[in-house]
């Protein structure tokens, strides 16, 4: 049956509505902009960095930057999709050297790309060691040649050492730190990689097998999800948990001589109730040896930190916290510059302000407390992962007594960052997004600049074995200090 004239033509509208929209979709990914919009875009991101950013001067000087950023705006003489641009533009924001300054996709790029079915490689590949191996595989239907713990040698045609070499430049650190690269390359090496080299409809990789070097084709996979790389310890369910707070801990024997707490991050909720738990706990039970578990920590609530701390540190220790500007610059371009200024007037309630030439210092005093304060063997588990506040923590605690780090440098800077408060600036003709730290936060136990993170005490590094068999390597070596110690 033919349709009526009027619902024909209300088909025939949303049809094209839908094309349209389709083609609107499509338009976000492969839409290029010209050279003058993009140079338009440079230029703002130069000026907002050079009135706001706090990483100016402190690893390299203005004059660096100065010719970073012309270079950067006369080399736009090509238009580029908004893929390009933010690749381009994020090589210049890592010269920074801030883990917190990040250049992000525009939010309508970040929907168009959710509603795609990618091609994803069905082997998950994992980086250890600058090698990369098989870790899973996503197809079930799929040919299995490649095992877990298949050492792969390309991807592609592309050697996996030019491949990691390639993406680390794309993964924000502080300072001169390689583990933060190392650490989220691993995480997201199967994402990082199809990103960057492409989307083929048909994999080619070069492995090995024995003293053989063999190839094998494949075609891609479409998951609707990639689930968890199977990294790390099983969940134990001897943790008591504190969900809100982000933090489990639990007892490593019966007697309750030595507590394992994990704070998986600076939550900003329920922290003071689980910490005066814990710690009455440590005290009830007179545990002698308390690992505080800061792996994977990325950051979070400096007041959390604060409130950790003072359980644990030994004498009051301040700490700076510095801002240039008076209010957001170019406020066209972002939002939050009330919150900015309420920040400041809290800093200025809870800290000491001093100002010098025309620079706010907030300086904080973090008291140590005297209730069910905790002065026995401290162990500090960190990785590349420790970023932020947990280098907050970990800088402090260096200079306590019977402290002992364990794990590998961690992914922040020991002498602080650039953080506190970081708004986002829209960028108007790409619409791709710039995030600005307004604070630098100084560690005034170590001021001096360095460019690297918190040290081991006693370093780890793991291999493909440890991985697969999912070995805590930093735990074991906690126990067996332990044990030393108890001789």
């Known amino acids: 049956m033919l349709f009526s004239r009027p619902f024909s033509f209300f088909i025939f509208c949303f049809l094209g509505f839908t094309l349209q929209l389709q083609s609107q979709h499509k338009s976000v990914l492969t839409r290029k902009y010209a050279p003058a919009e993009l ?3 440079a230029k703002i991101f130069r000026d907002v960095i050079f009135a706001m950013h706090p990483a100016i001067g402190i690893y390299k000087s203005k004059e660096f930057y100065t010719q970073l950023f012309d270079t950067y705006i006369s080399s736009l003489t090509d238009s580029l999709t908004e893929r390009d641009f933010r690749l381009k533009s994020k090589l210049v924001a890592e010269e920074l050297r801030c883990g917190h300054t990040e250049v992000i996709y525009s939010s309508e790029y970040y929907k168009t790309m959710n509603r795609q ?49 390639y993406c680390k430049r794309f993964i924000s650190a502080d300072g001169y730190n390689t583990t933060a690269q190392n650490h989220y390359l691993q995480l997201g090496f199967n994402s990082y990689y199809t990103a960057l080299f492409g989307r083929p409809d048909t994999f080619s990789v070069e492995y090995k097998e024995g003293s053989e070097t063999k190839n094998l084709r494949y075609a891609a996979f479409k998951p609707k999800l990639i689930p968890p790389i199977p990294l790390g310890m099983r969940d134990d369910s001897l943790f008591t948990r ?14 309750k001589t030595s507590m394992l707490l994990k704070l998986e991050k600076f939550s900003r909720k329920k922290t003071d109730k689980a910490y005066r738990r814990i710690f009455r706990r440590l005290k009830k039970n007179k545990t002698e040896n308390l690992i505080l578990d ?107 007594g019977k402290t002992v780090f364990i794990g590998e440098e961690t992914g922040g800077a020991i002498e602080g ?70 001789r």
């Open 417 to 486: 960052c650039n953080a506190g408060i970081t708004p986002y600036y829209k960028l108007p003709n790409s619409k791709i997004k710039v995030r600005v730290p307004a604070f630098r936060i100084i560690h005034d136990v170590n001021p001096t600049i360095t460019g690297h993170g918190i040290m081991p005490d006693y370093p780890i590094e793991y291999n493909i074995k440890d991985i697969m068999g999912r070995r805590d390597l930093e735990l074991l070596k906690v126990k067996d200090l332990i044990k030393e110690r108890g």
């Open 117 to 165: 079915k990618l091609n994803f490689s069905p082997y998950i590949f994992l980086p250890v060691q600058n090698k990369v191996y098989v870790i899973a595989n996503l197809d079930k239907k799929s040919d299995s040649t490649l095992k877990k713990g298949t050492e792969i040698l390309k991807i592609n045609g592309i050697g996996v050492d030019s491949m990691q070499r």
């Open 39 to 41: 140079q338009t875009d």
């Open 294 to 400: 800061l792996r994977n920590n990325g950051g979070g609530s400096i007041e959390n930190s604060y409130r950790l701390l003072s359980y644990l540190i030994d004498k009051p220790q301040t700490q700076t916290l510095r801002t240039s500007i008076k209010s957001y610059p170019y406020r066209q371009y972002t939002r939050g510059n009330v919150l900015f200024k309420l920040t400041k007037f809290a800093f200025k309630i809870i800290a000491k302000k001093v100002v010098k030439n025309d620079t706010d210092y907030f300086v904080y005093t973090i008291k140590p407390r005297k209730k069910n304060h905790f002065d026995k063997n401290l162990y500090v588990l960190i990785n590349g992962g420790s970023f932020s506040a947990s280098c907050l923590v970990g800088a402090y605690l260096k200079h306590r």
């Open 242 to 255: 504190y969900k809100r707070a982000k933090i489990k801990y639990r007892f490593l024997e019966p007697e």
